[in-house]
């Protein structure tokens, strides 16, 4: 358990973003590997490995690799999920941009298991620098024969990636929205099992599509380089090998820590440096999305699926933050009922018009103008809209307010009887200067 | 734009499969079709489920927004000892899109799904500005409906509502009250599944969500007046029906739309004599539930303050109102003075039944053949182009065959403008059948609905040669080969020629590779060809005719070829004989009378002392103006049957008030040879009267059997006519009736 440099393996390599570099390292050996097996034995080797999907839902890779239809004629797409825009998750973007050849060598490895046509990288917006480390990765792939046709000399392996840059929205992370982003039109969510068919069997253009998340792709590389069963030896019973978490907040080293499954929450603490500005208070450990965990239940969190389901949270896409005692959790909600708001695509009725009220009520409560009752009201909204809206955003959007006023529901109360905050003025994370912007749109 | 199609998922009005699967609703067992929508399947036992976005013949991609219809699902699971038990499916599922499979059990009126609604009304009713008493919709609203038999009784909501700009003017026919819409994305959709303009689409995200048009820009669509009935709240607004009356206040009559051939069912909605409003009814079979805006806005005429309320009879150039006794008696002494050299035009407009009995009076009593519906360029023999050759005239297919076609060949049409609900058929075939469909036209419009954005080829060729057009297209099946060894070519390939693919590019400006790949989806079959204008009021229609004729033959679809009429009755005046050649049923006539054109040339030599026309707007729409303003001139006594006084009625000596299409009961006769009943709503005024009644009069007072009500004429005509055998107000019912030729009478 505790820290384990896996897919960071070489992050801090000089230059490893260049494919020569990146061979020396052991790079696109799993490839290597793969094109030497049976199409059914790479993703065999994906199941041993016990990988489950580091976008959030933690769905079985290799089951979701087995859906795609192995006999027919249409054209499979190979999709990867680069949207990352969890509220406290930057793993993606530091995988893009340090180890962009590890994504897509993955990806590489998908279209041959899967017999792919073309791979596509759905990158957020915001994302420039990584997008172009991913672009010239994929260049030098080219140029290396790893992509494009009869690849590796394997006959009828042809394969071809491309890059997609979104357009500023949360929603389009979400899977169907992101095919319908890719493919042109409004990005909203699309209909989902049961009421369609999956995406590994109608997906973008009504052909067979595989979605993962960049972390995924990156370990489904590892996986073939190291194999299945030795990943598979990391990591707990049910959450098989590392993660990588993006710890933020009131610590001393803020940063993307990659750690075992399993890991107990206050060891990533203690790597990260500790709490610093107060006593420990409270964690989000997977994101915004996911709810939060007070300071005394933190010891008895592992950093597993499991572990955390049990304690009333979940693991999520890996968004871990911190806070310190001088946070206010009202405010702290507000600002994050505001982002659900704020991004909300507007398609089914609970969560356009739910997030609004949920957003309206907490700040009429910060305002100063809290009535006995709101939160109930609010909980009562919050169920409205758990499970009634159309994709997953909503849930996201109701979990985090359930589950703050459900772990400190005091502070709320104190608002609204005092018209103040619990804990003072300066009570939220101040807000990091920005000094690396992001639009420097000069090739890295 | 045709590969747009593939993205989107199929209506959910056809059941995907035959296959049936029992499912349990409420406790109650039924079979339903495999993939049936659950809402459809509850509808089947009589269990309501509330929704608002979901609507049968739009695409089910975009639907399940609303969010109304959640319903609790327990599926059938399969335990490791092979007994079956029931598990609750984690989340309420909407019941608009959810397939019914073996075994599944639905539970719409559990506890928690009463609560699921209360709160999706509640949210839903957060913003909408509940301006009930002023809304149009009040009274037959959903959101409305629902509220009452779903909703919560209370909002806990005090914070500030949604504010938008009220009665924003979104085209001409419609305005929009954002603050009042839900988003239930029906408009859209039906912008992008159904009428095919795309113009209306979400802008923004979140609450801040607004339906609108790219830039402000106007909608533009020919079918928009559809989004307003489409609409569950009072967002979508009808310009002119606005603040004119409530729902309740109205009374409906069923009806038949006048505008075009197509035969629209739908309902007048009316106060005292005031048209208010057109709405659509639903006809599987014609126009399902949609209408144009023709249709819909284009009524305004019936209700119109310069209605004729009395006959006009002109005495030195000026018109004077005369009572109807001083009129017929005006009309019998001329007719009585002329004998038989009287002319009849028009009828087109007119019930079958004033058809009927207007060239009853004309053969029977005044013994002239001189009578003609058509107003056209093309007024040779009846029977000839058609009718000899394939034994029918106009349409050889159902209106709702059309849908089934693989590729459908729109010759020389503005379909939309043309045939608006033949051209939604058409983009049916294409959007959710699969159909191919090219596009032959002189121009494309641009900004406007048509057959070009979806079609798979457009063959934009200059205008006169179509000829070399469709031999071209010949040419390429016969020589590369592309029918089967069986096919009938030999009439096709004695005119082809050598009017290769390149010499009709230069000579029609189409590319000879359009050419080659229109020709290659013609042979694609079931292939229908629908004509338009530009063919029937070309020069050479019968010529073309003919190598359409041949085209359809050798490629097996004989019975294919679809030439619609224009006007309401165009097909029902020419069944009843209103034609020089032929009789009631098409029976040949010898000698056959003066046509249109030779009537208005006879009158204006001033050899026609009396001519008769019935609701023809000659000197407006007629290809030779000046001829017909001559005749006019020239001619010594002219009747005009009219609603308004027209340019031509204003050139008449004697103007008739007749009725419209709300004040009198009778038939029409569609293209597709529907019968159908139209119902008389109200009357204006007294002095109007409908077209039979003015010359069944005539013919009682020179001495014919007079009728007395549209019902004795329909029975004379069953009796007259053997394609309306059997045909009664009774049996048309409210779909109507098509008829077919009777076999062997070709």
Redesign the interface.
């Known amino acids: 358990m505790g820290i384990r440099n896996l897919l960071f393996e070489h992050r801090d390599v000089e230059n490893i973003q260049d494919i020569a570099v990146y061979e020396k390292h052991g790079g696109y050996r799993g490839l290597k590997k793969a094109v030497k097996m049976e199409r059914s034995a790479v993703i065999e080797e994906i199941k041993t490995s016990g990988l489950r999907g580091r976008g959030g839902a933690g769905f079985p890779t290799g089951i979701k690799w087995s859906g795609i239809p192995q006999n027919d004629d249409k054209p499979h797409y190979i999709i990867c999920n680069a949207d990352e825009g969890e509220p406290g998750t930057y793993k993606d973007r530091e995988l893009m941009l340090k180890l962009p050849h590890l994504l897509v060598e993955g990806m590489i490895i998908a279209g041959y298991a899967l017999r792919g046509t073309a791979g596509y990288i759905y990158i957020r917006g915001e994302y420039v620098e990584p997008a172009w480390q991913v672009r010239k990765a994929i260049d030098q792939a080219y140029r290396a024969g790893y992509l494009g046709k009869n690849i590796l000399g394997v006959k009828g392996f042809n394969f071809d990636l491309y890059i997609h840059m979104g357009a500023g ?1 949360y ?1 389009c992370g979400e899977e169907s929205a992101l095919m319908s982003s890719l ?1 042109g ?2 990005g909203q969510p ?2 989902k099992f ?3 068919p999956y995406p590994t069997v109608e997906g973008v ?2 052909s067979p599509t595989l979605i993962n998340n960049v972390e995924t792709f990156c370990a489904a590389a590892k996986i073939l380089d190291m194999g299945g069963a030795e990943y598979a030896r990391l990591g707990t019973e049910r959450s098989k090998g590392t993660k990588i978490f993006s710890v933020s907040g009131h610590v001393a080293r803020p940063a993307n820590y990659e750690v075992e499954m399993g890991t107990p929450l206050m060891e990533l603490i203690e790597a990260a440096g500790g709490v610093v500005g107060g006593a420990l208070k409270a964690v989000i450990p997977g994101g915004s999305s996911v709810q939060i965990v007070r300071a005394e239940d933190c010891p008895r969190v592992n950093l597993d699926y499991e572990s955390c389901q049990q304690n009333g949270t979940l693991l999520g896409s890996g968004g871990f933050m911190v806070f310190n005692d001088r946070t206010d959790i009202v405010l702290l909600m507000k600002r994050t009922a505001e982002f659900y ?10 969560c ?6 949920i957003y ?2 907490l700040d ?1 409560i910060t305002s100063g103008g809290g009535q006995p009752g709101d939160v109930e ?1 609010l909980l009562d909204i919050c ?2 809209i758990d ?4 994709c997953g955003l909503g849930d996201a959007a109701a979990w985090p307010i359930v589950g703050a006023i459900k772990a400190f529901r005091e502070e709320f109360d104190y608002w609204i009887a005092h018209k103040r905050s619990p804990v003072g003025p300066g009570h939220v994370p101040p807000t990091p200067e920005v000094v690396n912007p992001l639009l420097t749109l000069v090739p890295a | 734009m045709s590969q747009f199609r593939l993205t989107q998922t199929p209506p959910s009005l056809n059941p995907p499969s035959d296959r049936m699967v029992r499912v349990k609703i409420n406790g109650i067992e039924v079979e339903v079709p495999n993939g049936e929508n659950i809402i459809e399947s509850a509808k089947r036992v009589g269990v309501d489920i509330p929704y608002f976005c979901y609507h049968p013949r739009l695409s089910r991609g975009e639907a399940a927004n609303c969010r109304m219809c959640l319903v609790d699902v327990y599926m059938p699971r399969k335990n490791p000892d092979g007994t079956e038990t029931l598990a609750k499916m984690p989340k309420p599922q909407t019941a608009c899109t959810l397939p019914a499979a073996q075994g599944m059990v639905i539970e719409t009126e559990s506890e928690q799904v009463v609560r699921d609604r209360k709160g999706i009304l509640e949210f839903l009713l957060i913003n909408h500005p509940l301006d009930c008493p002023i809304c149009d919709r009040g009274g037959e609203c959903p959101l409305q409906n629902n509220t009452i038999f779903y909703g919560p009784p209370t909002s806990r909501y005090i914070e500030e509502k949604r504010h938008f700009p009220k009665a924003y003017p979104l085209s001409e026919y419609v305005v929009f009250d954002r603050e009042r819409c839900i988003h239930c994305a029906r408009c859209t959709r039906f912008a992008d599944d159904i009428s095919g303009d795309a113009q209306l689409a979400f802008l923004k995200r979140g609450a801040d969500m607004e339906v609108g048009t790219f830039a402000q820009t106007a909608y533009r669509s020919k079918f928009s007046g559809n989004v307003i009935e489409l609409c569950p709240v009072g967002a979508l607004l009808s310009r002119t029906y606005r603040f004119k009356a409530r729902p309740w206040d109205l009374h409906t009559q069923k009806s038949i739309c006048s505008r075009c051939s197509n035969g629209c069912n739908v309902k007048f909605d009316y106060r005292l004599e005031q048209l208010l409003r057109v709405n659509a009814r639903v006809n599987e079979e014609v126009n399902e539930e949609w209408t144009c805006d023709r249709g819909k806005f284009g009524h305004d005429y019936v209700s119109a303050p310069d209605r004729l309320k009395t006959p006009l009879l002109k005495r030195d150039g000026e018109f004077v109102p005369i009572s109807w006794t001083e009129a017929l008696d005006r009309i019998v002494e001329q007719l009585r003075q002329a004998g038989s050299n009287v002319g009849g035009i028009g009828g087109q407009r007119c019930t079958n039944e004033d058809n009927f009995v207007f060239q009853k009076l004309f053969r029977e009593v005044l013994g002239s053949n001189h009578i003609d519906s058509r107003l056209g360029r093309y007024q040779g023999p009846v029977n000839r182009p058609l009718f000899e050759r394939f034994g029918y005239h106009g349409m050889g297919n159902r209106i709702a065959d059309l849908e089934n076609m693989k590729t459908l060949f729109v010759f020389g049409s503005e379909l939309v403008d043309e045939q608006p609900i033949i051209f939604l058929r058409v983009r049916k075939a294409w959007r959710f059948k699969g159909a191919s469909v090219v596009n032959a036209v002189t121009r494309v419009e641009e900004e406007t609905t048509k057959v070009a954005d979806f079609a798979e080829v457009n063959l934009i060729y200059r205008p006169g040669t179509e000829m070399a057009l469709l031999l071209a297209l010949a040419h390429v099946i016969l020589h590369e080969k592309l029918l089967p060894k069986n096919a009938s070519t030999s009439a096709l390939a004695q005119r082809v020629g050598d009017w290769t693919p390149a010499r009709a590019a230069a000579e029609t400006g189409v590319a000879a590779e359009d050419i080659v790949r229109a020709a290659h989806l013609l042979v694609n079959g079931p292939m229908a060809i629908l004509v338009g204008r530009a063919i029937t009021e070309h020069p050479e229609f019968e010529a073309l005719v003919e190598v359409l004729g041949d085209l359809v033959v050798a490629t097996g679809n004989q019975g294919n070829l679809n030439i619609p009429g224009t006007e309401c009755n165009t097909q029902g005046a020419m069944d009843m004989g209103v034609l020089p050649d032929v009789g009631p049923g098409y029976r040949p006539i010898d000698p056959p009378g003066m046509n249109t054109h030779r009537m208005l040339e006879a009158a204006a030599s001033g050899q026609l002392p009396v001519l008769w026309i019935v609701g023809a707007k000659l000197v407006e729409n007629y290809h030779d103006a000046d001829l017909a303003r001559r005749a006019l001139e020239n001619c010594p006594f002219v009747i005009v049957n009219e609603l308004r006084l027209t340019e031509t009625a204003r050139m008449a000596d004697l103007v008739l008030p007749a009725a419209s299409v709300a004040e009198k009961d009778g038939t029409y006769t569609s293209c597709e040879r529907r019968v159908q009943r139209i119902h008389k709503a109200f009357d204006i005024s007294p002095d109007i009267k409908p077209d039979w009644l003015i010359f069944t009069e005539v013919a009682a007072m020179l001495g014919g059997t007079p009728y007395f009500s549209p019902r004795d004429i329909l029975r004379d005509i069953a009796a007259t006519v053997p394609m309306y055998a059997g045909i009664s107000f009774r049996s048309l019912g409210d779909a109507g009736i098509r008829w077919e030729y009777p076999a062997g009478d070709a």
């Open positions: 929205s929603e493919m039109e409004r699309r209909l049961p009421h369609a253009w009504k708001m704020h991004e909300s695509c507007g398609k089914c009725t609970p356009r018009e739910g997030t609004r009220w309206k009520i009429r009201l169920s409205q499970g009634r809206s159309y």
